[in-house]
């Protein structure tokens, strides 16, 4: 999708002003995140110079010129001496994903698509440890089915450290959760905050924009219902959503073995559901806070 041109005439003027009560609210829980840890305005205030550079660098070219410093300091509104700075400067190299991630994610996959690994209902059961108590059908097993450069004793002790997993009285693994979720462990959790926060906003971001056809963007929401009342459509939503997220993974996986040889594997897909409920503001014309 080709971006628009800040600096045409249709693009000059003043932002919307939807738009910008859209973008204040959408940083409140951001900003929130930031200040619990210790992240300030002048940090936020360099980061933003630095990705409204890059963005506009990568984004925003004009295809019968070559992009400048001047023409990224007129589109961004950042002086030509820092845009010349920042473009020089060499990749970031904080966005690495850990290593519990992508072979955890592996793994659960596996774990909640493979009949072997299910019981009548669909659900994941619960794996011996070892090889010599389950065999293939062990914990040790699964491990290997994915990987064999890892010992599976080392990533079921990140797992039980995450709260991905627990022990039975049985010496059994079991899954705590039907998706990868560490319950622990901020380095994953905040891998996928940026992960999901980031695919969601792009997805809305490109539907604003107009891109055609637009992507799964859609949600149900409802005020003044009593606690209980949200209590109950939380559980329900959590029902559901699984088995969408259930239904698209199996499917997934059949897909990236198949495609795991071609060139033209080259896409991501990232499909995911949300449920948030909070008390309304005394004024339900205010703008609520989150």
């Known amino acids: 999708m080709n971006s628009p041109d800040p600096t045409s005439n249709a693009a000059t003027g003043a932002a919307s002003a939807k738009l910008v009560g859209a973008v204040r609210r959408v940083l409140r829980p951001l900003i929130r995140l930031l200040l619990s840890h210790g992240l300030t305005y002048p940090w936020l205030s ?20 070559r992009q400048t410093d001047s023409r990224i300091s007129l589109l961004t509104g950042v002086h030509r001496k820092d845009v ?34 299910l019981d009548d209902e669909g659900a994941p059961l619960p794996l011996p440890r070892l090889a010599s108590q389950g065999g293939n059908l062990s914990f040790d097993g699964l491990v290997a089915s994915v990987s064999k450069d890892i010992r599976a004793r080392a990533v079921l002790d990140e797992w039980l450290r995450l709260g991905v997993a627990r022990l039975d009285e049985q010496d059994r693994v079991v899954l705590n959760v039907d998706a990868f979720i560490p319950a622990q462990g901020f380095d994953e959790k905040v891998y996928y905050f940026g992960q999901n926060v980031h695919d969601h906003l792009a997805a809305t971001v490109f539907n604003v924009m107009g891109v055609s056809p637009p992507y799964l963007e859609r949600s ?41 040889d071609s060139e033209a594997a080259t896409h991501r897909i990232n499909f995911g559901i949300y449920f948030y409920s909070e008390q309304v503001p005394e004024d339900p014309s205010g703008d609520v806070d989150a």
């Open 46 to 65: 360099d980061l933003l110079k630095e990705i409204y550079v890059e963005v506009a660098d990568r984004e925003f070219q004009l295809d019968t010129k």
């Open 220 to 260: 149900v929401h409802y005020n003044m219902l009593t606690a209980e009342s949200a209590h109950e459509l939380s559980a329900l939503a959590t029902r559901a959503g699984m088995q969408a997220l259930k239904a698209v993974n199996r499917r997934a996986v059949q897909l990236a073995e198949a495609d795991a």
């Open 84 to 117: 010349r700075r920042l473009r020089a400067a060499p990749p970031d190299p904080r966005a690495v994903t850990p290593p519990v991630v992508s072979l955890g994610a592996q793994l659960v996959a596996r774990w909640v698509t493979d009949s072997s690994y």
